[in-house]
């Protein structure tokens, strides 16, 4: 599955951005999908994950603020963020992946990533 991420910028705090994610390559209803965000220094980490059915899982520092969501006719996954802060600043990564109970694993296939910049 080949992943191409877009919708990335510089907002102020509190602000939102959406996040696009085309992938091809492979039947696109088939894949769960998770974005993932590595900020400087830091580990590459979950932020959210959404299976072939639509379930989804977020990481607790974006729950209720942000939204995973993907259109199957497009061969789109989006992320919806909401009231940005300053430690949402990364580059953010989208892959493919796979459940195991609630927990979700990527595939470690990524794209080459969209930098979020949030101003304080």
């Known amino acids: 599955v080949q992943l191409v991420e877009s919708g990335g910028g510089l907002v102020q705090t509190g602000g939102s951005l959406k996040l696009s994610c085309l992938a091809s390559?492979?039947?696109?209803?088939?894949?769960?999908f998770g974005w993932y965000r590595q900020a400087p220094g830091k580990l590459r980490e979950l932020v959210a994950a959404i299976g072939t059915v639509g379930n989804t899982n977020y990481a607790a520092s974006v729950k209720g603020r942000f939204t995973i969501s993907r259109d199957d006719a497009k061969s789109m996954v989006y992320l919806q963020m909401n009231s940005l802060k300053p430690e949402d600043t990364a580059v953010y990564y989208c892959s493919t992946g796979y459940w195991s109970g609630t927990s979700f694993y990527s595939y470690d296939n990524w794209g080459q990533g969209t930098l979020v910049t949030v101003s304080s």
């Open positions: 390559g492979s039947t696109f209803s088939r894949n769960a």
